[in-house]
């Protein structure tokens, strides 16, 4: 419905709001009146009569005869082209190159993923209200600029595809570990969505290595969701997880992608972010458990994946996989040094706490603990860190 307003009014806040008044208004009528026999059809011709309506009234011109065009446009729609998955278009459209890659990853996920802006403000490490600014600037600047919502051609495709990629990446980590207290700890609706649109990435540019990178990295995480929270709402850590209950059929394929990915790289073909993140995955799969994991691997591609996205979250994955290798304290040298860049993430305190009760140093393991459970927004790894704090001495 979104993407339909914002191809006939051209302006997202325009097809936000007035969806957002349709689905109110059939809130308040339909326990009354019954549901229509054509829902969707009922809730698209109010969404279009609210945005005739703002228009109408933000409007001081006197032109008729536009005004008349926005009543009976009856305009056929444009063709589909190279995407036939509504959604999978709107993603490409608001992914436009005219706006900076965070921001058309922002926007993307608040107008498609249905993320709000403090999810996403977390998925950034931002505060709420620099988020709701730079979403409301890249509005602003589609409207002002006049950026066409034009489906994308088959050319356009690669030029948009890793801003589109992004987008998809944090919404499926969204699913896979939600960020906010009043929701599941895992949203499988976000985790599914975001791999059936990879899918069709995968399907429309079959040789682009981040694509498969990316389908294999989700395949490989969604394969261990079953086992990742206990049936008390308690998040499993990988080294408890029950590697039985992991979906084999998800592995293998994802197993099948990351080993096609290899083979390009011997070839000479570098691989990416999500390609290397993939591999990383797919080495922790491989590992019949946690004590048999070829850590020595872990610690390399992550040194690899480092000199590609040198951000402060990488390199906590890094420390902490250092510290299986080289153990606990060499591991609490590298999280320490990101101090200044992880203050307010919560899972910089969980591993700090984690190392810091491998070396039997309780009283700040407990402090570190005790940041990490205030940080947390889910409730799965807030019974997991308790429940670990609560255990020491």
């Given amino acids: 419905m979104v993407a339909a307003l914002t191809r006939r009014f051209g302006d997202l806040d325009i097809a936000e709001e007035a969806a ?39 409007s001081k011109r006197d032109d008729k005869h536009k005004e008349a065009q926005l009543v009976y ?16 278009r709107l993603i490409f459209t608001c992914c436009h190159p005219a706006l900076a890659m965070q921001t058309r990853v922002a926007l993307t996920l608040r107008m498609v993923g249905g993320l709000t802006v403090p999810e996403i403000a977390r998925a950034y490490l931002v505060a709420d209200t620099a988020m709701e600014r730079r979403i409301t600037r890249a509005k602003a600047k589609i409207k002002a600029a006049r950026i066409p919502y034009r489906v994308p051609s088959a050319e356009d495709l690669p030029t948009r595809v890793s801003g589109v990629l992004a987008v998809l990446f944090l919404m499926f980590n969204e ?44 395949l490989l995480t969604e394969a261990r969701r079953t086992a990742r929270v206990s049936a008390g709402g308690e998040l499993v850590s990988l080294d408890e997880q029950d590697r039985g209950e992991w979906d084999a059929a998800l592995i293998a394929e994802g197993h099948r992608l990351v080993r096609e990915r290899l083979a390009a790289a011997a070839g000479g073909v570098a691989p990416g972010r999500y390609q290397i993140l993939a591999a990383i995955n797919a080495v922790h799969t491989s590992a019949p458990n946690t ?63 984690d190392l810091l009760r491998r070396l039997g140093r309780g009283q700040q393991s407990r402090a570190a603990y005790d940041k990490a459970i205030e940080l947390a927004g889910n409730t799965a790894e807030t019974a997991y860190l308790t429940r670990r704090r609560d255990q020491l001495r």
């Fill in 175 to 218: 699913g896979y570990m939600a960020t906010g207290p009043d929701t599941d700890p895992v949203r499988h609706d976000l985790t599914a969505e975001a791999i059936r649109l990879t899918r069709l990435i995968r399907a429309l540019l079959p040789d682009d290595g981040e694509v498969a990178g990316l389908l294999a990295l989700m």
């Fill in 291 to 353: 004590r048999d994991t070829e850590w020595s691997q872990v610690v390399a591609l992550y040194d690899q994946l480092v000199r590609l996205d040198p951000s402060p979250v990488v390199a906590l994955n890094q420390a902490i996989a250092v510290a299986e290798l080289h153990g606990p304290e060499e591991g609490l040298a590298a999280v320490d040094r990101l101090e200044d860049q992880l203050a307010g993430y919560h899972a910089y305190y969980a591993a700090r706490a």
């Fill in 73 to 88: 446009d009856d305009d056929p729609p444009e063709p589909v082209g190279a995407i036939d998955d509504d959604r999978l």
């Fill in 20 to 58: 957002a008044e349709a689905f109110a208004t059939a809130v308040r009528r339909w326990p009354a009146d019954g549901v229509p026999p054509n829902p969707g059809g009922w809730l698209t011709t109010t969404a279009v009569r609210k945005a005739i309506d703002r228009i109408r009234r933000e």
